[in-house]
Structure formats: structure tokens, C-alpha cells
């Protein structure tokens, strides 16, 4: 059995929920990744922020992302456990429609899988039904 641990990527940075939109753009471009999690002073999830979202919710809105906070942003979060096996992780991939997927342990975030990292686990067909599923009327 795959667990999430096993196709994760590890070594997640997050941005903290004080910081502004500005310093995670900046952040996102450094590390060369699309989305960030959320993280509050007891070093715990709170959310995820992707670029789309700054984009969608901050600029295009007026609004100036060096003076919004991450925190704001967050929304309904979604996660599994490092522990959870490769079905679980897809099928709350697919159920939600979403493309990243923190991976927590003790309540830690402790990684991301990604669809990059489920596109490795999986046969062509089985990335199909995935594909199909996760952007079904997006």
C-alpha cells in the first residue's frame, strides 16, 4: 500500500498567515511553486494560498497584496495524513476538485502531494480518470 508520505514532496516552506500577499507572490516565484500554505504562529496549517488566488481575490479586486495578509485568504482546507493510502489521497483530490493536497502528521504539516506526484503512482489509464475527475467542469 502507497501511502502519502511515500509520493509526497517534503521540505514544504510555508508563508506565515501575517505575511502579505506580496511576500508569498515573492516566495512563490523564488521557490518556483504555485501555491503555499498558511501557516499561524503555533506552526500549524491554516490554509493554502496559490497564485490564482492573489491574482482572482487581490489584484484583480484593487486591492494592494503588500498590504493583505495571507491569512486572509485562506478558505476551506483540505488535507490528509502522511499515513492515509494512495486511494484516500486520490479520492479527496478528486471529490474536491483540487490540484495540491498537504500532507499533515501530529497535526504538522509535514508535505504536498501534487498532481505531479500522483501522475508518477499511477497507470495512463488511472491518470485519465484522475485528470477527468479533478477538472470535471473547471
Known amino acids: ?3 502519502a508520505r511515500e509520493i509526497m514532496n517534503a521540505g514544504v516552506q510555508c508563508v506565515k498567515e501575517d505575511q502579505n500577499l506580496l511576500d508569498a507572490a515573492r516566495m512563490m516565484r ?3 511553486v504555485g501555491s503555499l500554505p498558511i501557516c499561524g504562529k503555533d506552526d500549524k496549517l491554516h490554509g493554502i494560498i496559490t497564485d490564482r488566488d492573489i491574482v482572482l481575490r487581490c489584484v484583480a ?4 497584496p503588500a498590504s493583505m495578509k495571507a491569512g486572509e485568504m485562506s478558505g ?9 493510502d494512495m486511494s484516500h489521497v486520490l479520492r479527496t483530490m478528486e471529490d474536491n476538485q483540487i490540484r495540491r493536497l498537504p500532507v499533515l502528521e501530529n497535526h504538522r504539516l509535514v508535505g504536498m502531494v501534487s498532481e ?3 501522475a508518477r503512482h499511477l497507470d495512463e489509464s488511472q ?3 484522475f485528470v477527468e475527475r479533478v477538472y470535471a467542469g473547471a
Open 1 to 3: 500500500m502507497t501511502t
Open 116 to 118: 505531479a506526484d500522483i
Open 127 to 129: 491518470i485519465a480518470e
Open 76 to 84: 476551506h482546507l483540505h488535507w490528509v495524513n502522511a499515513d492515509d
Open 61 to 64: 479586486e484593487g486591492r494592494d
Open 30 to 32: 523564488d521557490l518556483g
